[in-house]
């Protein structure tokens, strides 16, 4: 496979200021300008459409099982709005960045073109950014890590109770619906249902505050998701989210942590995150509900630090099991139910032995 990404920043130019755009073309063919870039959470969302045709791949939109096909010489790949993967085969592409409908386009991020689509093309490619500065690509190594340095385990007094508040994060929101699933069912939809449910029991049975980053059908930005978590009272962090698949089969509830490398000098502490998600997992699985497994990945919306966190897929929405529980109230009501119980039982694990 031979690929090349020409990443070029522009030099001071006098008066000249240069419009968000990216411009991509094979070697040798026309180089084509997209100017319709959008900026979504510190990255560049190009729409799929606009990018295939110069690179000489096809693509088509099913709008019943809510896929984007894209064929070339390769084959097909399949990408949604409602996954993490990109699928090629039988083999899958965990996605940084899942793709996303906006202003009435599926979009996918800069991180996708350079790490996924490039390469399909199979042959030399030009791709650049015309203005790197309006968004530059993400370095979870150093830019998300100062953005959400706050995102750090805050001392809890001796005496305090076992949780001292939660965060919950409904994904989506606004004019991004997230996972689109059978009969119209969205993401964003059932994400603040499940928040609220889950809030509601928190704050009746513990007595604690529970903080949402939303409480109604709008969007934002991932710092000011974050900011809510800020609150020096927070002891863990949940990431409510669902999802959509190429298939009716795929099926059960996915938990995400941060990846931590672990060496003599790490705290015990830091791997906090684990023992949070394993034992949601065993409350979820002692509720009924289908747990495929606990990943460790480095998804954006994760952020940095060693507070509590986990990102929790809670089903298919595109699954005719699944989505009626997700999409009713009675079944949003088991889930987080359950979702209380782990957090119950992981805040009393941690009083028990002063951290966990």
């Known amino acids: 496979m031979r690929i090349f990404i020409l990443s070029m920043v522009l030099g001071l130019l006098g008066a000249v200021s240069v419009l968000a755009a990216v411009e991509i073309a094979l070697e040798g063919d026309p180089v084509t300008v997209i100017d319709e870039v959008y900026h979504r959470d510190g990255m560049a969302y190009v729409a799929i459409d606009d990018l295939l045709p110069p690179l000489r791949l096809t693509g088509t939109w099913n709008a019943v099982e809510h896929v984007y096909r894209i064929e070339g010489a390769f084959g097909t790949a399949l990408i949604s709005p409602g996954s993490r993967f990109l699928r090629q085969g039988g083999s899958f592409e965990l996605l940084a960045q899942k793709p996303r409908f906006i202003d009435g386009r599926l979009r996918v991020s800069d991180d996708f073109i350079r790490k996924h689509l490039i390469p399909l093309a199979d042959v030399r490619v030009i791709y650049r950014d015309l203005n790197p500065g309006v968004s530059p690509p993400v370095d979870e190594s150093s830019a998300m890590d100062r953005l959400f340095s706050f995102l750090l385990r805050k001392e809890k007094p001796n005496d305090a109770p076992q949780l001292r508040a939660i965060a919950l994060d409904p994904g989506h929101g606004g004019q991004d619906p997230g996972s689109i699933g059978l009969n119209g069912v969205k993401e964003k939809d059932v994400t603040l249902a499940l928040a609220q449910h889950l809030q509601k029991q928190v704050k009746m049975e513990l007595g604690i505050p529970v ?14 998701r974050f900011r809510t978590a800020a609150q020096p009272d927070v002891d863990a962090l949940l990431l409510l989210h669902a999802q959509s698949s190429f298939g009716l089969q795929a099926q ?105």
């Open 211 to 224: 903080y949402l980053t939303r409480d109604a059908d709008y969007g934002l930005g991932l710092e000011d």
């Open 252 to 356: 059960g509830v996915f938990l995400y942590v941060r990846p931590i490398e672990l060496n003599e000098d790490t705290p015990a502490s830091v791997d906090e995150s684990q023992k949070l998600a394993e034992i949601l997992s065993a409350a979820l699985t002692q509720a009924g509900f289908v747990v495929q497994g606990i990943l460790s990945a480095p998804l954006l919306p994760m952020g940095q630090g060693d507070l509590p966190t986990v990102l929790v897929e809670a089903g298919f929405l595109t699954n005719p099991d699944d989505r009626p529980i997700l999409d009713a109230a009675e079944g949003q009501q088991r889930f987080a139910a359950a979702l209380f119980a782990g957090l119950k039982k992981f805040g009393e694990k941690r009083q028990k032995s002063g951290d966990l």
